[in-house]
């Protein structure tokens, strides 16, 4: 995997439920129903390149060789709260994916990462990790969950999210060269407030009717 990259899931449904999203009518059920399904469909993205091993399996006709997955079950890493939203979708298709909890809020002044828990794995080294957040944002809860991940070993990371404003990009590259990022957006700037415009909100109020 080529490091220092985002790669745009312009995939039509993908598009078209992030368009339902945004409007700020969309009731709490369904954005947190469309944040799964769109949690599958970029899960079926960042996977594509999985490695395989042939195996030998028996059909009800015959025996013979088909491809399956190779190596360490995944790691799902979502950054709570809203990065929850992703987990049910891409567990649907990683039923047996482990899974790191990592608890972080931003400060509102400082608009820093705050950790307030971190549950995951004991060694990752050689499992791949997804970290998952809907809002890349300032970037600063991005690199302070890799830096947890790196704790624990993680060697392998990509991120997927939802939606990114340039300026995390940015702040992501510049901390993590190492990993890509899966979005389906990049919007236009963050305001004063660090908020992604045009954007789509707060991203766990609106799914946890919170606000």
Known sequence: MTANIVTLVSHPLVQHKLSLMREKECSTKGFREL???IGMLLCYEVTRDLAVEMVDIDTPVAAMKAPKLSGKKLTLAPILRAGAGFLDGMLALLPSARVAHIGLYRD??????????FKAPQDLSDRMVILLDPMLATGNSACAAV????????????FVCLLAAPEGIARFHTACPDIPIWTAAVDERLNDHGYIVPGLGDAGDRMFGTK
């Open 35 to 37: 944040l799964n399904e």
């Open 108 to 117: 509102p002044t400082t608009l820093q990462a705050v950790e307030y828990f």
């Open 147 to 158: 830096a947890l991940l790196k704790s624990r070993g993680a060697r392998d990371i990509r």
